[in-house]
Nanobody
């Protein structure tokens, strides 16, 4: 399983970024995909997920601001992040769950600062 994230960077508060994750080594279309970030004291928190039927889940902290999508033909999952806040600063990881086991990539840094 390989998950390679890209698209992070430095953005001002209120700005937008689009993260991408290219997956390989497993049958992408058969697996839920998501994005996670570190929560102090709690480890990785899934903040957005997209399931096989296209349904989505968002953590309350990002609901209404972030949008997850997937392109099964390109084995890619995206995270559109709008109205970014300083507290969104973190390393963002692409994640999947295969046979009850979580896998994640190396992460991409997102920094929201003026």
């Amino acid at each position: 399983v390989q998950l390679v994230e890209s698209g992070g960077g430095l953005v001002q508060p209120g700005g937008s970024l689009r993260l991408s994750c290219v997956a390989s080594g497993f049958t992408f279309r058969n697996c839920p995909m998501g994005w996670a970030r570190q929560v102090p004291g709690k480890g990785l928190e899934w903040i957005a997920s997209i399931f096989l039927d296209g349904s989505t889940y968002y953590a309350d902290s990002v609901k209404g601001r972030f949008t997850i999508s997937r392109d099964n033909a390109k084995n890619t999952v995206f995270l559109q992040m709008n109205s970014l806040k300083p507290e969104d600063t973190d390393v963002y990881y692409c994640v999947t769950n295969i046979a009850t086991q979580d896998y994640w990539g190396q992460g991409t840094q997102v920094t929201v600062s003026s």
